[in-house]
């Protein structure tokens, strides 16, 4: 998913400072604290859910996030 997502993340770093010119540097330090935050969170909750339920439970958490940036990279390529 990483590789995958590669690509979108400088594509949404230079919307955020095209829609919002004025604010670019604020704009830019929330998207990338975000992605940062999402990447420490996410493994997180599914290593919990993994260790909670199942393994089982943990890639269906992960398979539900995957399709969910998979929306959210769809709808910020559509404002491209």
Same mark, same amino acid.
């Given at each position: 998913?990483?590789?995958?997502?590669?690509?979108?993340?400088?594509?949404?770093?230079?919307? $955020? &400072?095209?829609?919002?010119?004025?604010n670019?540097? /604020?704009?830019?330090?929330?998207?990338?604290? &975000?992605? &940062?935050? $999402? $990447?420490?969170?996410?493994?997180?909750?599914?290593? /919990?859910?993994?260790?909670?339920?199942?393994?089982?439970?943990?890639?269906?958490?992960?398979?539900?996030?995957t $399709?969910?940036?998979?929306?959210?990279?769809?709808?910020?390529?559509?404002l491209?």
């Amino acid at each position: 998913a990483g590789l995958g997502y590669s690509g979108i993340f400088p594509a949404v770093i230079a919307m $955020g &400072g095209r829609l919002q010119p004025e604010n670019t540097a /604020a704009i830019t330090s929330v998207l990338i604290a &975000g992605a &940062g935050v $999402g $990447g420490i969170v996410v493994p997180w909750v599914m290593s /919990a859910v993994s260790d909670g339920l199942s393994v089982t439970a943990g890639m269906a958490f992960y398979a539900v996030m995957t $399709g969910v940036m998979t929306a959210l990279a769809a709808a910020t390529l559509a404002l491209l």
